[in-house]
């Protein structure tokens, strides 16, 4: 294969990977400076539910009037600047938010060659609208549950319960209208609408979420604390196994399907194979790389596989949900949607839907009796996913040594093992680095939940929480209404498309995803949310 001396920190300056890894790690490193009583980050603006007018004997706290549907987190949850937060008001820290946010992320569009205008301005565009787009989905009538109603002593009443979900809904709504109906506006704001980039960055905060999650619990039960620790790990391990067993039949089998039943060429069924099996859009073109495919195959693959992935975020958390497994299952449903849903931007926002969709619908089923803790399923989907994207190198490395070696032997060449870093997801850095970072605190300063080790472990969770809340969910939001500007539904009609469209759509439908509910069932059955309701942590 022709070769490009890289060293081993080519693209620390100019690919996305690395810009989620120092952007998340920059603000995860200001929230752990209230560890030292420093907050810089209460000012993260958050939404409540809301409504226009509060009923009578209603009481404002899980539903609020419409003027106070924003909060600076740290207006709730900072230990050494409470009434600062609270003074600058919902208004002033949206606008902080903004400011905070801007400079570093244009700091990295210069870096990685963007059109630096375009991104600002856009950038401005979709930050204002994520946050519209938020205010909206968190009326009453879309979000609130019935536990949401009871703790504000609203009288019964219809809602549609989708709790923080219907926010993301919308968002993609919003998007989509936008990339298919508005179609120069979504060529304009292309240049700053990047869901892979904000949903690596939010993955980075998802690594907080994970290693804050035990100093959460422990800071209501020591035992609770331990349980969750476990449960992540066992998350992690079981998400390592079951991504293995589905890499030795996802792609077989789609090869297998794209070469026998659709006769494709074998680069185009390897580049196929890879998109809709393994890892989206980087495992396609990784893969077409590795092969030599022409360029436009793994172009058109990537175009696919963005466009299916927005098809499976709106279907799979209401079918997992509302069909199979539904709240019997809710850590088989999120391993299976992160092996089901090709791009780390869809699953990671799928998954937070379904943690959504599930905790409200168990709260419902139970009038409130069982609630579980927020994120753990959004854990279960991003994990996988993660396994998946650290194979990707590797797998592409075992693609370039059988084409270069077997299937197109040409003397002379070499695949040089340092590719497997370069297509080593480095998001995933950031992620394990801020998981361990925070469960070194619970387990070493913290003396996992004892308590001589509380007082570290409430500061630490007083910078926690408006990274791992507001900042996660904040870009979990940008990546919803970015994949749906950047999708053109259009695309599935080009007629050069021809059959990679059928090997998509039945490759996905009748073999990928079934076969993930299989292996998600076979690994994660027996896994239980812990029940929250009662403890003071709904």
């Keep these: 294969m022709a070769q490009e001396k890289k060293g081993w920190t080519y693209g620390m300056l100019t690919q996305e990977d690395w810009w989620a890894v120092w952007i998340g790690g920059f603000f995860m490193i200001l929230g752990l400076m209230s560890v030292w009583g420093i907050d810089l980050v209460g000012w993260i603006t958050y939404p409540?539910?809301?409504?226009?007018?509060?009923?009578?004997?209603a009481v404002p706290k899980k539903i609020v009037p419409w003027y106070k549907a924003f909060y600076p987190l740290?207006?709730?949850?900072?230990?050494?600047?409470?009434?600062?937060?609270?003074?600058i008001g919902p208004i002033g820290g949206i606008l902080m938010t903004y400011a905070a946010f801007t400079p570093p992320l244009c700091i990295g569009a210069y870096f990685m060659?963007?059109?630096?205008?375009r991104f600002f301005t856009g950038w401005t565009i979709i930050f204002f609208l994520t946050y519209l787009c938020w205010f909206i989905g968190h009326h009453a009538f879309f979000a609130a549950t019935v536990v949401d109603l009871k703790k504000s002593h609203f009288p019964d009443m219809f809602t549609l319960s989708l709790g923080g979900g219907a926010s993301f809904i919308l968002a993609l709504v919003v998007g989509l209208i936008i990339g298919n109906f508005f179609k120069p506006l979504a060529r304009y704001l292309s240049?700053?609408?990047?869901?892979?980039?904000?949903?690596?960055t939010a993955i980075v905060f998802l690594g907080v979420k994970v290693g804050y999650l035990p100093i959460k619990m422990a800071t209501y039960s020591q035992k609770l604390g331990h349980k969750v620790a476990g449960l992540t790990f066992?998350?992690?391990?079981?998400?390592?196994?079951?991504?293995?067993?589905?890499?030795?039949?996802?792609?077989p089998g789609i090869y297998t399907i794209s070469r026998r039943l659709f006769k494709l060429p074998r680069k185009t069924a390897a580049v196929l194979g890879s998109g809709i099996s393994v890892c989206g859009v980087?495992?396609?073109?990784?893969?077409?790389?590795?092969?030599?495919?022409?360029?436009?195959?793994?172009i058109m693959v990537s175009a696919l596989v963005v466009v299916y992935a927005v098809i499976e975020l709106v279907l799979l958390p209401w079918f997992f949900t509302y069909v199979w497994p539904g709240t019997d299952g809710p850590l088989i449903a999120g391993p299976a949607m992160g092996l089901a849903v090709k791009t780390d931007g869809a699953d990671a926002a799928a998954g937070e839907l379904l943690d959504e969709l599930m905790r409200a619908k168990i709260a419902k089923e139970t009038n409130g009796a069982v609630q579980w803790p927020e994120g753990i399923i959004?854990?279960?989907a991003v994990v996988t996913k993660l396994w998946i994207d650290m194979f990707i190198g590797l797998w592409a490395f075992i693609l370039a040594l059988i084409w270069c070696y077997v299937v197109e032997c040409r003397p002379g060449e070499r695949v040089p093992p340092i590719e497997v870093w370069h297509r080593f997801?480095?998001?995933?850095?950031g992620y394990f680095a801020a998981w361990i970072i925070y469960l070194s605190i619970f387990f070493g300063p913290g003396h996992a939940g004892a308590p001589e080790g509380m007082a570290i472990l409430k500061a630490a969770k007083a910078g926690a929480v408006p990274v791992e809340k507001g900042m996660r969910k904040l870009f979990f939001m940008l990546t919803f209404l970015s994949l749906g500007i950047i999708t053109d539904f259009k695309k599935l009609r080009e007629a050069q498309f021809g059959k990679m469209v059928w090997v998509y759509l039945v490759g996905l439908f009748f073999f990928i995803i079934p076969v993930a509910c299989l292996i998600a069932w076979l690994f994660h059955q027996g896994m239980e949310l812990p029940n929250i309701a009662g403890t003071g942590l709904e």
């Design 48 to 57: 409540k539910k809301w409504v226009f007018s509060m009923p009578e004997g």
């Design 74 to 87: 740290g207006a709730k949850y900072s230990l050494t600047a409470k009434s600062f937060w609270k003074s």
């Design 113 to 117: 060659r963007w059109n630096v205008k």
């Design 191 to 200: 240049e700053a609408a990047k869901p892979e980039w904000y949903i690596k």
């Design 234 to 251: 066992e998350l992690f391990l079981a998400g390592a196994v079951a991504t293995f067993v589905a890499y030795l039949i996802f792609w």
């Design 282 to 298: 980087s495992a396609a073109v990784a893969t077409g790389g590795a092969v030599r495919a022409k360029p436009v195959v793994s």
């Design 378 to 380: 959004t854990v279960s």
């Design 425 to 429: 997801p480095k998001f995933v850095l």
